[in-house]
């Protein structure tokens, strides 16, 4: 069955488009696109950190170990390592994330990682086509040394103009579709609250969000979403999970429906009944208007109150899973 015959037969897409569970307006009813390019235009200086941001520059390709090891590269790319196995999740490493390249440029310090510092990628998961998540020059960069592709249905259409690579190691996946890797290792896609498209165009391709099953240990890799029932159902059908990456970043009130609040990413990982959060989709680029270490500061006072464990590593500063969790106030520069 071909990519568009996958699509038209998913439940999920309805009318020419891709459909998020519940009714989500890309903005509020009472903000005008006028106000939000106005407010873009005139985004407050805190936006942007004043210095170069801290990094640890870890060796990557030494890494190995019978737990899982997560390193964060701002926003939302992480490796996932565990036995040899590289698993690359959204990776955006050209420094800008728009189709403008003098725009949405990384911050100093954060565009540390490049593509040629990966280790040759076993699993690369793009969870969505947007240019903060699916970077054409880094995936072309990377496709000689990854084995496998997985994404949402229709982003593999994205993915084949990045350059040669064999149709049969792209995988496209609907909501609640589960492939086994390996005998240890198992990718489920489960739902987000978000919208897909690069241009004019939305909905023509799925934004997922994934639970990852690596030898004993389940991750839940968020991907984009606003806050919905979603995150309950998905906690009730994998959880607990030892570690959830949620998006906590990005913000406002003109958009309350496709991006959560910090206070949000804490309650959706009480939902999925995670026993660590990792808040991502920030210190890297400004797509709102909130001060740039807001998130972190919010995340961790509402996490505190609600009892939950929180790690919030430096770019580049590894976390084991089950056994190191960083919690440093970095941002505080």
């Known amino acids: 069955m071909t990519s568009r015959e996958r699509i038209l037969r998913s439940r999920n897409f309805k009318e020419g488009a891709f459909q998020n569970l519940t009714l989500t307006p890309i903005k509020a009813d009472d903000v005008t696109y006028f106000t939000m390019l106005k407010e873009a235009m005139n985004r407050p200086g805190n936006v942007k950190p004043e210095v170069p941001l801290p990094v640890v520059k870890a060796p990557l ?12 590269f701002g926003h939302s790319s992480y490796l996932i390592q565990i036995k040899g196995l590289n698993i690359l999740v959204d990776p955006v490493f ?6 403008m390249p003098f725009t949405v440029k990384a911050f100093p310090g954060s565009d540390a990682y490049t593509a040629a510092d990966m280790p040759p990628i076993d699993i690369l998961i793009i969870t969505h086509n947007h240019y903060d998540h699916l970077d054409k020059k880094t995936i072309a960069q990377l496709l000689p040394s990854t084995k496998a592709i997985y994404t949402g249905l229709g982003v593999g259409k994205d993915i084949r103009t990045c350059g040669s690579y064999p149709a049969d190691r792209i995988t496209e996946m609907d909501w609640w579709e589960t492939i086994q890797i390996s005998d240890e290792v198992s990718l489920t896609a489960t739902p987000a609250r978000h919208f897909s498209g690069r241009g004019l165009k939305r909905g ?17 890799l968020g991907g984009d979403s606003g806050y919905d029932t979603h995150f309950k159902q998905i906690g009730a059908e994998y959880g607990p999970f030892d570690l959830a990456i949620l998006e906590c970043g990005q913000y406002n009130y003109a958009w309350p429906f496709i991006h959560m609040a910090p206070e949000q990413t804490v309650q959706a990982a009480l939902d999925l009944d995670a026993k660590v959060l990792m808040p991502v989709h920030w210190a890297k680029f400004v797509l709102s208007n909130h001060a740039w270490n807001e998130p972190p500061k919010r995340v961790t006072a509402a ?7 929180v790690t919030t590593p430096m770019i580049g500063e590894q976390v084991i899973v089950g056994e190191s969790y960083p919690h440093q106030q970095w941002w505080n520069l």
């Open 94 to 99: 050209s420094g800008n994330a728009s189709p």
């Open 61 to 72: 390709r030494a890494v190995s170990g019978y737990k899982p090891v997560v390193t964060w």
């Open 303 to 309: 996490a505190a109150e609600k009892g939950l464990a």
């Open 204 to 220: 023509g391709s799925l934004w997922a969000s994934f639970v990852l099953h690596l030898h004993g240990y389940t991750l839940f």
